[in-house]
């Protein structure tokens, strides 16, 4: 599996800006980021496939966030803006799609990060 540690949460008021860091420590050409409230089940946030250029973004972030990556680094980030706080969550960084569920499904990563955590208050 790709080893995978998240960074960059913390604690920050409703409208603002948090940027989540995952370090890879082999090359993972899908990875996408999840999140996962307490007693709620985990959830597809934004995907990017980096061989193709495109990426996936859940409709309740899309104009919030960002996905992007730097190769030189084999890192990925998530850029988040305009925080609400209903984002908090444990935000999970994923990779090594397997082709057996949709960018947004648990199911579909092989490897995953052990989380970081976002708490967003008004």
């Known amino acids: 599996q790709v080893q995978l540690v998240e960074s960059g949460g913390g604690s920050v008021q409703a409208g603002g800006s948090l940027k989540l860091s995952c370090a890879a420590s082999?090359?993972?050409?899908?990875m996408g980021w999840f999140r996962q409230a307490p007693g709620k089940e985990r959830e597809g946030v934004a995907t990017i496939f980096r061989d193709h250029g495109v990426t996936y973004y859940a409709d309740s972030v899309k104009g919030r966030f960002t996905i992007s990556q730097d190769n030189t680094k084999n890192t990925v980030y998530l850029q988040m803006n305009n925080l609400k706080v209903e984002d908090t969550a444990m935000y999970y960084c994923a990779g090594e799609w397997t082709y057996r569920g949709s960018w947004y499904e648990t199911r579909a990563f092989k490897s995953w990060g052990q989380g970081t955590q976002v708490n967003v208050s008004s």
């Open positions: 082999l090359y993972s050409a899908q």
